[in-house]
Nanobody, 117 residues
Framework: QVHLVESGGGEVQPGGSLRLSCAAPRMITSVFNAESMGWYRRTPGKERELVARIDPDRTTDYDESVKGRFTVSRDNAKKKVYFQLNSLKPEDTAAYFC????????WGQGTQVTVSS
């Protein structure tokens, strides 16, 4: 029973870009539309951290580490959340997950982003 499905990760060089996608197939559309959604990331040895959120009114907020480089957006009709990652740095290497803010759903498998030269 998959609640959240992340995709779009990969390996890129520093300065590169990726676009991550998150689908919420089991969420009723009206519920999805009313939820704040977030992108979280986890690196080995560290707790999963929230790095970006988008509210139902499309207000966004970002962690200082990604502000100005990453952009979160949503398509309510498709029940999807997107994460455009630009100017990637090696320290952005992590597994990226989406979930509600605060977390209410089981975690998906995430999508791995590796930034390396």
């Amino acid at each position: 029973q998959v609640h959240l499905v992340e995709s779009g990760g990969g390996e890129v060089q520093p300065g590169g870009s990726l676009r991550l996608s998150c689908a919420a197939p089991r969420m009723i559309t009206s519920v999805f539309n009313a939820e704040s959604m977030g992108w979280y990331r986890r690196t080995p040895g560290k707790e999963r951290e929230l790095v970006a959120r988008i509210d139902p009114d499309r207000t966004t907020d970002y962690d200082e580490s990604v502000k100005g480089r990453f952009t979160v957006s949503r398509d309510n009709a498709k029940k999807k959340v997107y994460f455009q990652l630009n100017s990637l740095k090696p320290e952005d290497t992590a597994a990226y997950f989406c979930n509600t803010v605060p977390v209410k759903r089981p975690w998906g498998q995430g999508t791995q982003v590796t930034v390396s030269s």
